[in-house]
């Protein structure tokens, strides 16, 4: 029995199972944990946090979009919608332990390898982002992956917008010669970007 | 026109889930973690509801409930002997001012405590 409504939850979409989760059907809820847990784990690894933190905020971003669901009114996609609530708890996470002030004075912590540069050297996103400085991964993550605007990032990192911008160019540059496909369409980007 | 295929081409590349292992093991703990939520509410409630009944009813047995009860109706006897007198459209008054009067307030209060609780477990 539990399987048949196990079954059918599986094939509503993301609006319908956020309407019965705000009804109190946390089987509903479970479902769209288990769409989309994975995405939003993978964001906040993205924007630096090792991966039991990461675990830790996901599930504390779940449970606090579960409290808001009847928020989400199916405007935007659902993953967007709890990306946007995990990046902020990390943040504040970060501002919390007063690691973010430290992380926006950390200009180039990282190196880029030398190696990744060339176009003959193709490697995931996830490596690639690792080439970046702890604050370019987390302008870049922010605004490309959980989609705030250079605007909302740089109020939830309490930046300037100029430095927002200016990270996110930064990381720009260095993830378009690190994800260059070997046919050469990364440098022809960079010629376009003047 | 590279920039913004580029930026299209990394919006993608986030929008791709890693693939996790212990993904199974996440949704579990997620929704432990809901389920734990729901059971401690669901006890404070319970407990909320009780403690709410034991303090109603001994407030009710401290204030000398019954004792007051007969004396108000006894006064409303009394009172709607005399109110007969007076006019058969002063029932109501009668009624009002004795026992009846007394029950509604009861009534009234116990709705106000309802009230005040669910508002109280709404705000948990």
Not at chain 1, 4 to 10: K, L, P
Not at chain 2, 27 to 54: K, Q, S
């Amino acid at each position: 029995m539990s399987g048949v409504i196990q079954t059918s939850i599986a094939s509503l979409h993301d609006v319908e199972l956020s309407t019965l989760a705000a009804t109190g059907e946390r089987r509903a809820f479970g479902e769209l944990v288990r769409r989309h847990g994975s995405a939003v784990r993978g964001l906040l690894r993205r924007m630096g946090a090792q991966a039991a933190e990461a675990d830790d905020v996901a599930q504390d971003a779940f449970l606090a979009a579960f409290e808001r669901i009847a928020e989400f009114r199916g405007e935007g996609t659902f993953a967007g919608w709890v990306k946007r609530i995990a990046a902020r708890q990390y943040l504040r996470r970060l501002q919390r332990d007063r690691r973010l002030s430290a992380l926006s004075a950390d200009e180039g912590a990282e190196e880029a390898d030398p190696a990744a540069g060339d176009a003959d050297h193709r490697i995931d996103l996830d490596e690639a982002l690792k080439g970046l400085s702890a604050a370019e991964r987390l302008c870049v993550s922010m605004c490309y992956g959980a989609g705030l605007s250079h605007g909302e990032a740089a109020d939830a990192l309490n930046l300037p917008l100029g430095t927002v911008k200016s990270h996110v160019k930064r990381g720009l540059d260095k993830l378009r010669t690190r994800l260059a496909p070997s046919d050469g369409t990364a440098l022809e980007g960079r010629r376009g970007n003047g | 026109m590279a920039e913004v295929d580029f930026e299209r081409r990394l919006e993608r590349l986030f929008a791709e889930p890693p693939n996790f292992p212990d993904s199974q093991a996440f949704v579990e703990r997620v929704e432990r973690r809901l389920n734990r939520g729901w059971t401690a509410r669901r006890w404070l409630i319970g407990a909320a509801g009780l403690a709410g009944g034991v303090i109603g009813a001994s407030q009710l047995l401290m204030s000398n409930l019954f004792q007051r009860f007969e004396t108000a109706q006894h006064s409303a006897k009394v009172l709607g002997q005399g109110l007969s007198h007076v006019s058969s459209t002063t029932d109501m008054v009668s009624a009002l001012s004795g026992g009846y009067g007394m029950w509604i307030a009861v009534g009234l209060a116990v709705v106000t405590l309802g009230f005040a609780v669910s508002r109280v477990i709404e705000e948990i």
